[in-house]
């Protein structure tokens, strides 16, 4: 029986449709979603894709830069071809550093799946697995390779863009023009002068105009800035003085510093003022661009006259001669004072002179003459200073309240006579006609005693920076040297110092080479292509590889070196052992540490310690040849330090040498003398020679004194006296107890043998002597006296009838001798 339906009421429907409503809207928006998702997720390319189209591009590019290279002559155009090959070329390299590991790990995965096996079905997902694999590990190795070829090829333009400038460069400076001494050169130019003039005046009125368009208060703000800069850099440049004086420590650290303080003040301070000068010239943006590029560039060009005054001026100091660096006599100072604060503007002078022609397109003559105007001023500037030093030296040495000039170094002499030699070839180079090489000589003259001293300055700053810091001072230098301890903060301050200054050299001389078409850029490129490192045989020494080892083995041996003193002051003591056999322990765990920082270090160098094995093995028959001895000392100090028949400490006696072992190294051991002397004994003799260990398994000493008294002393009563002596010492010791002998009568005395036993053998030599001391005394006290020695008389023979009877006494030193008469035994 069917029910009948009845259609919903229209308060259900009301009540139903918003639910329906929201449920469907959430449906359609979740699929919407889904969609969206899986459409952008199609849409993104993956990140191979994204790599073979970084190395499409840049393969196009490539092709590119390399069309028509040979043909190029703009120089700019060669840089920026240049960078741009540089650029294709890091940026394959990081591309196929960053996909060889992962095609690493697809072939480890290929290698855990195995090959294929014939005739047996795999299952399908191990062989879409496979195939997915395989096909990932193809794309990923001619990814690679296209990047490395790239890498190489962009390598290799620069390289060729490189030699194209240097052609250039040099066929430029070998270009000869007409010689300004000529009337067609002067004829020439002033034809071509008024044309020149008249760009000039654009250029000048251009300026006038940006001038006159900057509002006035603009310029009275920058003024009032300007005054400003100018109260600061008096104010911080007093503030600095007092700061380096009172918190500086004192030395050359406080020299240096100060110097480069007024370094950069003196870099800044003009800096700032030509930026505030630039930013009224452009306040409304209506310089044309290459005059806006002018502007820009002399305001950056004048830092560098400051800098250039400022360097000079902090160099010879000549308001402060305690505060020079360089050994500089105060004459010359005070005569040259005038040379960096003129060589700071004329070097902003020269770079507006050699940038207005090429701004004004200039003709030709115009630009060799002003070009010609740069290299006299820069080569009378030179010469002047060169001739002002000479005549403050000369009157130094005619002075003879000055006291005497040190004499120059040789190196002085021959780089000031090579300086004579650059200029007049630069001057014959520009009246001749070569202006391109007398402009470039005498620039290049300036630009090295700029570099020069620069470096020199950063010399002085880095070593003395180390050596202060990191060294021992001299309040502490006497506690080192009573403690017998290497100065590891002297070595580590003088190691750093050696390396940075090494760096500033390297650096120094690519700054100097800059101007032979060899820039920085170039020579740095150059350097970067050891960044794959250098193979020798199957070893690959890479930069970084080195550091890291020098860095485990320089964090090795300082942790070997904190446990070895940990083992000696905290360890070892509370341990029962000897304290030569704490060093013993200490030098071998020393050695052990050694050996596995050396191996732990080669390991981080990419060298394993199965090649190692292999060098130690072909190196042996020349260890067994020419170093037999050594190797056998080694071992034998490792027995001495293992087996210990003698230790650090011990009294012993070896082929006539004898003393106390105060050290044993891996070679020798060091035994100091009675007389404090030190002798150096190979470990073996200890080994393969008998060697008499006084103080060895801890012996009692042996005090024994032998006296011979007179027949009719009292031998009951000196024995007591003699045995009181010996129980009453306070280093004799109980047990054994002390005793007397008698051994006998020989030759009329009584042979008294009276032995006692002290803590140490050490003590015997000392105690025996306080005892015989004391046993003198008592023995003359109790009135017992020592027995006397033998004695043997010689009478003369009778004299035969007729003979003269001789003098018993003969007078004078020439008289001869007579018969002597001695006395028998018992006379």
Same mark, same amino acid.
């Given at each position: 029986m069917r029910l009948p339906l009845s259609r919903p009421s229209a308060a259900a429907r009301r009540l139903f449709q918003p639910l329906f409503l929201s449920i469907a809207t959430r449906l359609l928006l979740s699929v919407l979603l889904v969609l969206g998702a899986a459409l952008s997720h199609a849409q993104t390319p993956t990140p191979q894709q994204e790599v073979e189209k970084q190395l499409d591009s840049a393969r196009k590019d490539m092709e590119a830069l390399r069309k028509n290279l040979p043909e190029q002559s703009d120089d700019a155009e060669l840089l920026r071809r240049r960078a741009a090959a540089l650029d294709i070329q890091s940026k394959a390299d990081a591309i196929a550093d960053k996909l060889t590991p992962i095609l690493a790990s697809v072939q480890a995965r290929l290698t855990e799946l195995g090959p294929a096996t014939a005739n047996v079905k795999e299952a399908h997902?191990?062989?879409?697995?496979?195939?997915?694999?395989?096909?990932?590990?193809?794309?990923?190795?001619?990814?690679?390779?296209?990047?490395?070829?790239?890498?190489?090829?962009?390598?290799?333009?620069?390289?060729?863009?490189?030699?194209?400038?240097?052609?250039?460069?040099?066929?430029?400076?070998?270009?000869?023009?007409?010689?300004?001494?000529?009337?067609?050169?002067?004829?020439?130019?002033?034809?071509?002068?008024?044309?020149?003039?008249?760009?000039?005046?654009?250029?000048?009125?251009?300026?006038?105009?940006?001038?006159?368009?900057?509002?006035?208060?603009?310029?009275?703000?920058?003024?009032?800035?300007?005054?400003?800069?100018?109260?600061?850099?008096?104010?911080?440049?007093?503030?600095?003085?007092?700061?380096?004086?009172?918190?500086?420590?004192?030395?050359?650290?406080?020299?240096?510093?100060?110097?480069?303080?007024?370094?950069?003040?003196?870099?800044?301070?003009?800096?700032?003022?030509?930026?505030? !000068?630039?930013? *009224?010239?452009? %306040?409304?943006?209506?310089?044309?661009?290459?005059?806006?590029? &002018? +502007?820009?560039?002399? $305001?950056?060009?004048?830092?560098?006259?400051?800098?250039?005054?400022?360097?000079?001026?902090?160099?010879?100091?000549?308001?402060?001669?305690?505060?020079?660096?360089?050994?500089?006599?105060?004459?010359?100072?005070?005569?040259?004072?005038?040379?960096?604060?003129?060589?700071?503007p004329l070097i902003v002078l020269v770079w507006l002179l050699e940038r207005l022609p090429v701004l004004l397109n200039a003709s030709l003559n115009t630009t060799i003459a002003l070009n010609s105007l740069v290299a006299f001023l820069l080569l009378f500037f030179v010469a002047a200073g060169l001739v002002h030093m000479e005549r403050a030296r000369r009157e130094a040495l005619r002075d003879p309240e000055s006291g005497r000039s040190p004499p120059r170094?040789?190196?002085?002499? !021959?780089?000031? *006579?090579?300086? %004579?030699?650059?200029?007049?070839?630069?001057?014959?180079?520009? &009246? +001749?006609?070569?202006? $391109?090489?007398?402009?470039?000589?005498?620039?290049?003259?300036?630009?090295?005693?700029?570099?020069?001293?620069?470096?020199?300055?950063?010399?002085?700053?880095?070593?003395?920076?180390?050596?202060?810091?990191?060294?021992?001072?001299?309040?502490?230098?006497?506690?080192?040297?009573?403690?017998?301890?290497?100065?590891?903060?002297?070595?580590?301050?003088?190691?750093l110092s050696g390396m940075a200054r090494i760096f500033i050299v390297l650096m120094a001389c690519v700054t100097v080479l800059g101007q032979f078409a060899e820039g920085p850029m170039e020579l740095l490129q150059r350097a970067d292509q050891l960044r794959n490192g250098l193979s020798l045989g199957e070893v690959q020494l890479r930069p970084a590889a080195l550091i890291q080892a020098a860095l485990v083995l320089a964090a090795g041996l300082l942790g070997t070196r904190i446990l070895k003193r940990w083992l000696i002051n905290r360890y070892l003591p509370t341990t029962t052992l000897d304290p030569g056999m704490q060093t013993s322990a200490t030098t071998l765990f020393g050695y052990i540490g050694v050996v596995v920082v050396v191996a732990l270090a080669l390991s981080a160098l990419g060298i394993g310690l199965e090649r190692v094995a292999w060098v130690a093995s072909a190196l042996s028959v020349g260890i067994g040849f020419g170093l037999q001895a050594v190797v056998q000392n080694f071992v034998s100090g490792l027995i001495l330090l293992a087996e210990r028949p003698v230790k650090v400490g011990d009294w012993v006696s070896l082929g006539g040498i004898e003393g106390d072992i105060r050290r044993i190294n891996v070679?020798?051991?060091?035994?100091?003398?009675?007389?404090?002397?030190?002798?150096?004994?190979?470990?073996?003799?200890?080994?393969?020679k008998t060697v008499r260990n006084v103080t060895h398994a801890n012996p009692l000493g042996l005090v024994q004194i032998k006296l011979p008294l007179p027949l009719a002393a009292d031998a009951a009563k000196a024995r007591e006296v003699i045995l009181a002596a010996f129980t009453e010492h306070a280093d004799i010791l109980e047990t054994p107890a002390p005793n007397v002998f008698l051994d006998g009568i020989d030759n009329g005395?009584?042979?008294?043998?009276?032995?006692?036993?002290?803590?140490?053998?050490?003590?015997?030599?000392?105690?025996?002597?306080?005892?015989?001391?004391?046993?003198?005394?008592?023995?003359?006290?109790?009135?017992?006296?020592?027995?006397?020695?033998?004695?043997?008389?010689?009478?003369?023979?009778?004299?035969?009838?007729?003979?003269?009877?001789?003098?018993?006494?003969?007078?004078g030193p020439d008289a001869p001798a007579g018969p002597a008469r001695a006395e028998a035994p018992g006379d």
């Open positions: 997902d191990v062989a879409t697995q496979r195939a997915d694999l395989e096909k990932s590990r193809t794309n990923l190795d001619a990814q690679i390779k296209l990047a490395r070829l790239l890498s190489v090829e962009g390598g290799q333009t620069a390289e060729q863009v490189s030699t194209i400038r240097r052609a250039q460069f040099q066929a430029r400076l070998g270009e000869r023009r007409p010689s300004i001494l000529g009337t067609p050169f002067w004829s020439e130019f002033r034809n071509d002068l008024p044309r020149d003039l008249d760009r000039f005046g654009s250029l000048r009125d251009e300026l006038g105009a940006a001038l006159g368009g900057t509002p006035g208060w603009v310029w009275f703000s920058l003024a009032v800035g300007i005054a400003i800069v100018v109260g600061l850099w008096a104010a911080i440049s007093r503030v600095l003085l007092r700061v380096t004086a009172a918190r500086v420590p004192a030395g050359r650290l406080r020299r240096s510093f100060h110097a480069l303080t007024l370094v950069l003040l003196a870099t800044l301070g003009p800096g700032l003022i030509s930026q505030l !000068i630039f930013i *009224g010239l452009d %306040w409304e943006g209506q310089l044309p661009d290459d005059t806006q590029a &002018l +502007v820009a560039g002399l $305001a950056g060009i004048v830092c560098l006259g400051g800098y250039v005054s400022g360097l000079g001026m902090a160099l010879l100091s000549p308001s402060r001669p305690s505060w020079r660096l360089p050994e500089i006599p105060d004459a010359i100072a005070q005569k040259l004072r005038w040379f960096p604060l003129a060589l700071g170094p040789l190196w002085l002499v !021959i780089a000031v *006579g090579v300086v %004579w030699i650059v200029l007049a070839t630069a001057l014959l180079g520009v &009246l +001749v006609g070569y202006v $391109a090489f007398g402009n470039f000589a005498a620039k290049q003259i300036v630009w090295a005693l700029i570099v020069l001293n620069s470096a020199y300055l950063l010399n002085v700053l880095v070593d003395d920076f180390f050596t202060t810091v990191l060294g021992v001072s001299k309040r502490d230098a006497e506690t080192y040297e009573r403690a017998h301890e290497p100065r590891l903060r002297d070595q580590a301050a003088v190691l070679r020798a051991t060091e035994i100091q003398m009675g007389d404090r002397s030190t002798v150096i004994v190979p470990n073996s003799e200890f080994i393969t005395n009584l042979m008294f043998n009276a032995q006692g036993y002290v803590g140490s053998p050490r003590q015997s030599y000392g105690t025996r002597s306080a005892l015989l001391f004391e046993i003198l005394r008592r023995l003359t006290e109790a009135g017992i006296g020592l027995g006397k020695p033998p004695t043997m008389l010689v009478s003369a023979p009778a004299l035969l009838p007729g003979a003269a009877a001789q003098p018993a006494h003969p007078e």
